[in-house]
């Protein structure tokens, strides 16, 4: 199993800056893409952002220019930047990982993270 976890999160005003980590654990796995997703009270979760093995990242229109995704292959972690935050990007924040885990494929999710904007 591929285990992750989140950490970063918290409360800002908005305007302000929020760093999200991800890290995954395990053993005899690969992570092909991982990816942020998010999910505000009353709403279904959506994708954030998303990033590939090689560096190829991805973004809901919501968070281009604001939001930065990077991961860390050798260390199996992928982080969020987010900068201007706004009161609507307030939610559980969830990281994602997809690879392959002793041969077949697999899909991790963490617990989710609370951010939260003030206005």
């Known amino acids: 199993q591929v285990h992750l976890v989140e950490s970063g999160g918290g409360l800002v005003q908005a305007g302000g800056s929020l760093r999200l980590s991800c890290a995954a654990s395990?053993?005899?796995?690969?992570?092909?893409?991982m990816g942020w997703y998010r999910q505000a009270p009353g709403k279904q979760r959506e994708l954030v952002a998303r990033?590939?093995?090689?560096?190829?990242?991805s973004y809901a229109d919501s968070v281009k220019g604001r939001f930065t995704i990077s991961r860390d292959n050798a260390k199996n972690t992928v982080d969020l930047q987010m900068n201007s935050l706004k009161p609507e990007d307030t939610a559980v924040y969830y990281c994602?990982?997809?690879?392959?885990?002793?041969?077949?494929?697999?899909?991790?999710w963490g617990e989710g993270i609370q951010v939260t904007v003030s206005s």
């Open positions: 990033i590939s093995s090689v560096g190829t990242s």
């Open positions: 395990g053993s005899m796995f690969s992570i092909n893409n």
């Open positions: 994602n990982a997809v690879g392959i885990w002793l041969g077949a494929d697999f899909g991790s």
